[in-house]
Nanobody
Framework: QVQLVESGGGLVQTGGSLRLSCAVS????????MGWFRQAPGKEREFVAR????????LYADSVKGRFTISRDNAKNIVSLQMGSLKAEDTGVYYC???????????????WGQGTKVTVSS
């Protein structure tokens, strides 16, 4: 059983930066495609970024491209999301996601974390 635990959320001002981490336990992260999704208040959960098993293939949502960077450390079983130039519309709960085959941008993969809250204020 794979368990995902997010950390790093918090309150940050517009234009600021924040780094989210997702610690994976139960299985080695090398076996999983990893991704991040977010859900803003009153909205549906949306895709943010995904990264392939070795990190060679990365995809970002247009809304975060150039501002966010997803990375993974397979030795430490951690996937991270470095967020910069934050905007109010980046506010939401951020979820870590994992799947042995693919993290679909529409539905995500099989395993989900509990989420970490990010609030961007002006």
């Amino acid at each position: 059983q794979v368990q995902l635990v997010e950390s790093g959320g918090g309150l940050v001002q517009t234009g600021g930066s924040l780094r989210l981490s997702c610690a994976v336990s139960g299985r080695t992260i090398r076996e999983y495609f990893m991704g991040w999704f977010r859900q803003a208040p009153g909205k549906e959960r949306e895709f943010v970024a995904r990264i392939s098993w070795s990190g060679g293939a990365i995809l970002y949502a247009d809304s975060v491209k150039g501002r966010f960077t997803i990375s993974r450390d397979n030795a430490k079983n951690i996937v991270s999301l470095q967020m910069g130039s934050l905007k109010a519309e980046d506010t939401g709960v951020y979820y870590c996601n994992a799947d042995p085959i693919m993290v679909e941008t529409t539905t995500g993969g099989h395993y989900w974390g509990q989420g970490t809250k990010v609030t961007v204020s002006s």
